[in-house]
């Protein structure tokens, strides 16, 4: 496969400069979502948009003959205050330009090349209800790729629920007649104190971590209300739906002790536990490779987690990063020096290479039954032990 041509190259660069200039949070990316959209119809794609019912998302496809379906994933929302801090202007275009550039030398090769565009990952994930909804079923292989300031396989990611904890007491005067309030603080406390306990026997990579939203209104109140959020997290989706239940457990008791009600739900979606297909980074591994990137590094402990978790537990998925920056500089994502490292020669340049691996990857994909049957025969284990 050819390197990206001049053409298609400037039309990525100007797509990135225009999400770049128009950053849109998550679930307003009407700029974005439509400008992918139309490079992909101009380049012969068929596009759907709103895909699903979410307005700002897509789904765009080029069929060729029967085959496998690759699909490469695409993000595009920005952050409040620093637009596109997390470089998401340019990790969407690297998975339009890799499906443009397959489709573009498909060859002898047959098949579907799918690219999804998928909102607000930044927030409320549309991946979640993507992959709930079907959008994966009929996916071989899903791919993505984030820019960042090192190469790095795809690793593991927290699977995340977020409860809210409700109490409902009684108020009364706290001088004048205690007796008579049911104190929905003290069950609030309990609840901290209790899972302050529940730590210790938990697995060191899980994570609860919470906050008291509301206290309470007047000291001299015995306060009726109050309520607690928390964030648990595990490396496994069914550690995690166990711990969320004994997390549970300590609200419960709290609420027992001090007589409160409760009311327990979730404040946001959460996400599954990023299952990485390893023979699937293995092919993109060997496609960087062939164009000139062997220092990549090997995945980390979970440190985040994100929607493409629910995608890695429906298809077999990666998420690896890509680096955009010259020799020794180092940015953290969500600052305004990220954000202006993509609009840089180095994060040009490595756009360009990442797009060829991204689609030869893809060609080996619907080239070569047996290795999808063995990313298949991966995942299907993944999923069955997790
Ligand atoms: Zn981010
Ligand atoms: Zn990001």
């Given at each position: ?148 300031c ?173 680096n955009i920056m010259a020799p020794g500089e ?11 490292a993509?609009?840089r020669q180095p994060a ?39």
């Amino acid at each position: 496969m050819n390197c990206v041509d001049d053409k298609l190259k400037e039309e990525l660069l100007e797509l990135s400069r225009y999400i770049y200039d128009n950053p849109e949070l998550g679930y307003e990316e009407y700029k974005a979502s439509a400008a992918h959209a139309a490079l992909l119809e101009k380049h012969g794609f068929q596009v759907q948009r709103g895909y699903l019912g979410i307005e700002t998302g897509f789904r765009a496809e080029y069929v060729k003959g029967e085959g496998a379906t690759v699909a490469y994933l695409s993000e595009y929302d920005a952050l409040p205050q620093v637009g596109h801090g997390c470089g998401h202007n340019i990790m969407g275009t690297l998975s339009t330009g890799a499906a443009i550039h397959l489709k573009e030398h498909m060859g002898d090769s047959h098949g579907r090349i799918v690219v999804i565009g998928t909102p607000a990952e930044e927030t409320d994930g549309a991946k979640v209800k993507y992959s709930k909804d079907g959008a994966f079923d009929d996916v071989d292989v899903a791919l993505i790729s984030h820019p960042f300031c090192a190469n790095v396989k795809s690793g593991i990611s927290f699977a995340l629920k977020a409860l809210r904890f409700e109490f409902f007491g009684r108020a009364a005067h706290a001088a004048a007649a205690p007796e008579k309030g049911i104190n929905a603080l003290d069950a609030c406390i309990s609840t901290f104190v209790n899972i302050g306990l529940l730590r210790q026997q938990i697995v060191p990579t899980a994570r609860i971590h919470g906050i008291i939203k509301d206290g309470g209104t007047a000291a001299n109140t015995i306060p009726e209300y109050a309520c607690a959020e928390f964030y648990v997290r595990a490396t496994s989706k069914s550690y995690l739906e166990n711990l969320a239940e004994r997390v549970c457990a300590c609200a419960r008791s709290g609420a027992e002790a001090s007589g409160a009600e409760l009311k327990i739900t979730e404040f946001e979606t959460g996400n599954d536990n990023l299952l990485t297909n390893r023979a699937l980074q293995e092919c993109l591994c060997r496609n960087l490779a062939k164009v000139g990137i062997t220092d990549i590094e090997e995945a980390g402990e979970a440190n985040g987690s994100t929607d493409v978790g629910n995608v890695s537990h429906v298809c077999p998925t990666i998420h690896p990063s890509w680096n955009i920056m010259a020799p020794g500089e180092v940015y953290s994502t969500h600052t305004v020096e990220f954000r202006e490292a993509t609009l840089r020669q180095p994060a040009k340049d490595a756009l360009m290479v990442n797009v060829c691996a991204m689609a030869m990857a893809g060609k080996e994909i619907l080239d070569d039954p047996e290795l999808l049957a063995e990313i298949k025969r991966e995942f299907a284990e993944a999923v069955a032990n997790d």
